[in-house]
């Protein structure tokens, strides 16, 4: 009877247990609806199995930090996933010490999605009325005229923010940046001629660049992408200007570990599967496969990365 009872027991609290892991999820985007990001986390909820329902929630503000805060405060009895960024997890913080959440303690790396190249950009008709094509046209160009060019931006702290100040700050050419709320109304301000460059994220830029729209001048990464035929690295022409987004699930720290490799094993499952690959692969992201372990020292390594480029003076405030 004492042995009946105590089975009783170890089941009832197995199903508790199994009741309040497999709850719904919410996967915070702390970013626009749209974007390489939230696309990916979306079809992402789509492909992941054994971890019930997968709610995707946008949360935006302060460059992403509003979204992020929200997933740090939630505790880690709360079943709650972000899909972190180089932003979120490596510039934000850097930028703004008084930020509401630590990005190493408030939370536990799981998957890295992949990283994403950004691209110097400019209208296809302006590239071509002013003969640039290649990262040395351009910095002759403004060499010659010496009118600051206007750079637009998904808002200041953002990573296309911070490619011009590099940009900038390496070759001492002058640009004004245009701030705005979020990359794709800075994208249209490029498009309708309101602004004459932009650093965008691959994933933004390449169905653009593919209709004829834009001209890619060089991308931000230390060697040419497979997505951007015959367009070189920014590098060569200015070493030290690299430069790229990355994007991965985070949960809240607290979690229990069991948990955390549950969900790990779920969401790096579901990245494998061949459509999640293919469609990754049209965004033009580049995936990596990490384990935990080193996920959390590659996101450790970017916070210590932007940290030494903003103290160096080489990412100077505007």
Do not use: C
Request: proline share 7%; no cysteine.
């Amino acid at each position: 009877m004492a042995a009946r009872s105590a089975h009783a027991s170890i089941d009832t609290a197995r199903g508790r247990r199994e009741a309040r892991d497999s709850r719904e999820l919410t996967l915070v985007v702390p970013y626009a609806a749209g974007g390489p990001l939230d696309r990916s986390a979306r079809k992402l909820a789509q492909e992941t199995a054994g971890l019930g329902t997968i709610r995707v929630l946008n949360m935006t503000g302060e460059g992403g930090g509003t979204g992020a805060a929200m997933v740090a405060r939630a505790g880690g009895r709360d079943p709650m996933l972000l899909m972190g960024a180089v932003g979120t997890h490596a510039i934000l913080p850097q930028l703004n010490p008084q930020l509401p959440y630590d990005p190493l303690r408030d939370f536990v790396p799981l998957v890295l999605v992949g990283r994403m190249p950004h691209v110097l950009i400019m209208r296809s008709e302006l590239a071509q009325q002013w003969r640039i094509s290649t990262p040395g046209d351009l910095l002759r160009f403004m060499a010659k005229n010496r009118q600051p060019l206007r750079y637009a931006s998904g808002g200041k702290g953002s990573v296309g923010h911070l490619a011009g100040k590099l940009f900038q700050s390496l070759t001492q050419v002058p640009l004004q940046h245009l701030p705005f709320g979020g990359a794709r109304p800075a994208l249209s301000a490029v498009l309708e001629g309101s602004a004459d460059l932009m650093f965008d994220n691959l994933g933004s830029t390449l169905p653009h660049y593919q209709a004829g729209r834009l001209k890619a001048i060089g991308v931000t990464w230390r060697e040419p992408v497979a997505q951007l035929p015959g367009v070189p690295s920014l590098n060569d022409s200015v070493p030290g200007m690299h430069m790229a987004t990355w994007f991965g699930l985070f949960a809240t720290a607290g979690i229990a570990d069991p948990l955390a490799q549950r969900w790990t094993g779920a969401l790096a499952q579901a990245l494998q599967q061949p459509e999640m690959q293919q469609y990754l692969d049209a965004m033009g992201v580049l995936r990596m496969n990490l384990r935990r372990q080193e996920f959390a020292r590659f996101v450790q390594d970017e916070h210590r990365y932007y940290g030494q480029l903003i103290q160096s003076g080489r990412l100077p405030p505007d």
